[in-house]
């Protein structure tokens, strides 16, 4: 059984490669994406159902060939962000998301700390980044956990108080 499902967005084979192999080795679910419009296919494929993105913040809009999804005149040197707009604008609930990046540029960082879990700076360690992923996987299953049982509890609590003819005691 997978412990989770992650997305990997990252243009750097000899960078996502090892990424992917670890998780995989940790018994992970792992899928990956080259550019932004190739990662929002992804998310529309698994109804944006991922337990963690990885993402580069300079992954490009589209790679070569590659229709795109987004309004024409995008920078494409912020394809991470855009897709993270992307995602807020279309999902229910946002993915939980840590950020690789060479990006010193303080306003794209400003804007990518408004959403990221936790930020790596390229190169950074292999071992640091599956800790994070593990901690963030983690959090989100718990957190989906407990809003499903809140949500039984609602529901049996909304039966009995209809059962009761709309009186609450």
Known sequence: MSKGKILIVEDQRLLWIPIQSALEAREYEVHWATSATEALLVLHKYKFKFDVMILDLMVPLRNVGENTLFPKGGDSRRGGLILYEAIKAEAK???PTIIITVVTDPEIRRAANGFAHQIFTKPFSLKEL???IERVSQSNKIYHQLKEKNG?????????????GGKAR
Do not use: F, T
Not at 153 to 164: F, M, T, V
């Open 93 to 95: 609930e946002g993915i």
């Open 152 to 164: 039984k509890a609602a529901k049996q609590k909304a039966s009995k108080k209809s059962s009761r």
């Open 130 to 132: 599956l800790e994070a």
